[in-house]
């Protein structure tokens, strides 16, 4: 019998063969998390593939984000409501895509939005932001506000949302993420300028985050016990 599974996870794993493409060697999406992999990435190492199961969890967030999206476009609640605005730093070699941007109708201010899903569980425990996704969201903001030359910056906002039932916790990225974030940008520029590597986080063989989810873990850890 054929089966929609089958099929489902046929398309998921072409669609990793092909990765996500980008405009520059920096982007915003991995920028919170660990440079090292993401220098991988950038440079074209291989790494594994993730399993179906993996691969599935990952394309939820996009399927979160499509519904999302077109839920609050509908709202009525924005002058304005941008998806997927692509956003480009070439002085840092830095790119990436903002989940949206939109203009509230009550208080007429422009907000960036990010969106994380989770599930029911993981968000009954959120009690603040996570630091890999206020960098990101800060960065985000950080680049758009140079590129729309506004003098001034457009504020971002973190909303979570439980993939079971879209739950949501929001949270506006408070000022200590933003001079985070530009410190993140400015020492990822300066490893690409002098063409090196970043350092390995500590007890990356032991760490969930975000080492558990790695496709270049083993390649990391290699080098570890080489250079051992």
Same mark, same amino acid.
């Given at each position: 019998?054929?089966?929609?599974?089958?099929?489902? %996870?046929?398309?998921?794993?072409?669609? =990793?063969?092909?990765?996500?493409?980008?405009?520059?060697?920096?982007?915003?999406?991995?920028?919170?998390?660990? +440079?090292?992999?993401?220098?991988?990435?950038?440079?074209?190492? =291989?790494?594994?593939?993730?399993?179906?199961? #993996? +691969?599935?969890?990952?394309?939820?967030?996009? &399927?979160? $984000?499509?519904?999302? %999206?077109?839920?609050?476009?509908? $709202?009525?609640?924005? %002058?304005?409501?941008?998806?997927?605005? /692509?956003?480009?730093?070439?002085? !840092?070699?830095?790119?990436?895509? *903002?989940?949206?941007?939109? %203009?509230?109708?009550?208080?007429?201010?422009?907000? &960036? +939005?990010?969106?994380?899903?989770?599930?029911?569980?993981?968000?009954?425990?959120?009690?603040?932001?996570?630091?890999?996704?206020? *960098? =990101?969201?800060?960065?985000? $903001?950080?680049?758009? #506000?140079?590129?729309?030359?506004?003098?001034?910056?457009?504020?971002?906002?973190?909303?979570?949302?439980?993939?079971?039932? +879209?739950? #949501?916790?929001?949270?506006? *990225?408070?000022?200590?993420? !933003?001079?985070?974030?530009?410190?993140?940008?400015?020492?990822?520029?300066?490893?690409?300028?002098?063409?090196?590597? /970043?350092?390995?986080?500590?007890?990356? $063989?032991?760490?969930? !985050?975000?080492?558990?989810?790695?496709?270049?873990?083993?390649?990391?850890?290699?080098?570890?016990?080489?250079?051992?």
């Amino acid at each position: 019998m054929n089966r929609i599974e089958d099929a489902m %996870n046929s398309a998921l794993r072409a669609k =990793q063969e092909v990765g996500r493409p980008s405009k520059a060697f920096w982007r915003g999406s991995l920028m919170g998390g660990c +440079l090292r992999a993401h220098w991988y990435d950038s440079t074209g190492v =291989q790494g594994q593939t993730f399993d179906d199961g #993996t +691969l599935r969890l990952f394309e939820r967030g996009h &399927i979160v $984000s499509d519904t999302v %999206n077109k839920l609050l476009s509908e $709202s009525g609640m924005f %002058n304005s409501f941008e998806m997927e605005v /692509p956003i480009f730093y070439p002085l !840092y070699d830095f790119a990436g895509n *903002i989940d949206a941007v939109v %203009n509230w109708k009550n208080g007429g201010y422009t907000e &960036i +939005l990010e969106y994380k899903s989770v599930r029911q569980r993981a968000l009954g425990y959120l009690k603040d932001v996570k630091p890999e996704h206020a *960098i =990101q969201a800060a960065l985000y $903001s950080i680049v758009y #506000t140079i590129q729309a030359v506004s003098p001034i910056r457009v504020p971002a906002r973190v909303v979570y949302f439980a993939a079971d039932d +879209l739950e #949501t916790r929001e949270f506006p *990225i408070g000022e200590e993420w !933003y001079e985070r974030a530009w410190r993140v940008l400015n020492v990822a520029k300066r490893f690409k300028e002098d063409d090196r590597i /970043p350092p390995r986080l500590p007890g990356a $063989s032991e760490r969930k !985050y975000p080492c558990g989810y790695c496709k270049f873990k083993a390649v990391c850890l290699g080098e570890e016990r080489t250079n051992g």
